[in-house]
């Protein structure tokens, strides 16, 4: 049969008869009401969108996870090193951003997550501030003044570029112990992650922050008393499990605490939510960027896996919760990493560019109601745009 007769009439009969079967294998339970792009900070240029009609397939819920340094060849090395497999194949709705910072194509994590968390475009170096190093309020602090639950997972310390940026306000990303400090500012109701020295052996001044975060109902725990498996957090208190005195372990060296975090991080959030009006957390994979800062590939292999486990455990409570947008994205690529020619499913030769971060597009993925609006190529400090207005932060 001629080509063209045969698709129309396949056409035809999808008309009267019904089109295939959508694929089984995806979480998505309706096709999204509406399909606008992203709109955020689109250049001059770009036509006119009409705010999308938000009402029916708004979140209640928002889970923002970040593998630092995660580009296109992390995943899909991660993928075929997985039995070419990732929970990230099971999001419906796949986007990219544009990750550069406001003096460099090339972001650091702390420019990129600041536009992540607060919807500008900054300094590298920057946490939580404008170019101008004045604090910018973030999708935390909105939320918490929204009186809204909200955590941070971090597989490195909790004062780290991207964890920071999100509580902290702080014109230098290295400036730990005022980071720390920061803590004490906003009332985060969970957070968990390494760098316990900048809360309780301090340099800089004679506070205990284990010891205030105590005093003002935080229930701190940390890696030497308890294990991540035995920790019982109560939901009548804010919670701090410190995982590492100064930066956790590699996967590969024993460091396991991201995937059960992940498990326990949206029950524990959800059932302090007692107003019922959401919440807010951000969950780190760190050290993918690690392993391409070593020029390591079977290192951003395993911390990529971890993280797509950790992905799993999210989709979980999302699939089953149904109010939950999950939103998955990079900072940035790091290492300019590439899959050789040789490379063999489960075998990967990996090479790279530089020891530093790239400025690739970087990926996106979206599950859940609002899903839809993270589709098309926007810039990174969209993300912030649409969290705040799928949360009615306005
Ligand atoms: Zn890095």
Redesign the pocket.
Request: aromatic share 16%.
């Given at each position: 049969m001629d080509k063209k007769v045969s698709l129309l009439i396949f056409c035809f009969s999808c008309l009267f008869i019904g089109c295939p079967p959508a694929p089984t294998d995806t979480l998505e339970t309706a096709p999204p009401a509406t399909t606008a792009p992203v709109t955020g900070t689109a250049p001059a240029t770009a036509p006119e969108i009409p705010a999308p009609d938000n009402r029916q397939r708004r979140p209640k819920n928002i889970i923002l996870m970040i593998g630092?340094?995660m580009g296109i060849s992390q995943i899909t090395a991660g993928m075929y090193s997985n039995g070419n497999r990732l929970n990230l194949e099971r999001f419906p709705v796949i986007g990219l951003h544009k990750s550069y910072s406001s003096d460099n194509l090339v972001t650091?994590?702390a420019a990129g997550a600041t536009a992540f968390s607060a919807g500008v475009k900054t300094y590298n170096g920057a946490i939580g501030v404008s170019r101008d190093t004045l604090p910018v309020v973030t999708i935390l602090e909105l939320a918490e003044a929204a009186g809204l639950p909200t955590g941070l997972v971090s597989t490195s310390s909790i004062v780290h570029a991207t964890p920071a940026s999100f509580i902290a306000h702080n014109r230098y990303r290295k400036n730990y112990e005022e980071i720390a400090a920061d803590f004490l500012k906003t009332e985060v109701d969970l957070f968990i992650g390494g760098g316990a020295r900048y809360f309780n052996r301090r340099e800089s001044d004679t506070r205990n922050l284990v010891r205030e975060l105590q005093a003002r109902n935080y229930l701190v725990e940390n890696f030497v008393e308890k294990d991540i498996q035995e920790i019982r957090p109560d939901v009548s208190k804010n919670y701090a499990y410190l995982t590492a005195d100064s930066e956790p372990l590699p996967f590969a060296q024993g460091r396991d605490y991201l995937v059960p975090a992940a498990a326990m991080a949206p029950g524990f959030l959800d059932r302090r939510d007692t107003k019922n009006r959401g919440f807010f957390l951000m969950i780190e994979g760190s050290q993918i960027?690690?392993g391409?800062?070593a020029n390591n590939s079977d290192y951003i292999i395993s911390e990529m896996i971890e993280f797509d486990n950790a992905i799993g455990e999210v989709l979980r409570f999302a699939a089953a919760d149904g109010e939950t947008l999950v939103i998955i994205t990079a900072d940035?690529e790091?290492g300019g990493y590439a899959i050789q020619s040789g490379s063999k499913m489960g075998e990967i030769d990996g090479a790279f560019t530089s020891d530093?971060?790239t400025a690739d597009l970087i990926p996106v993925f979206a599950y859940g109601p609002g899903a839809e609006h993270f589709s098309g190529i926007f810039e990174n400090t969209a993300i912030f745009d649409q969290m705040k207005k799928l949360f009615a932060f306005d």
């Open positions: 630092d340094g650091d994590s960027d690690w391409g800062h940035h790091t530093y971060h």
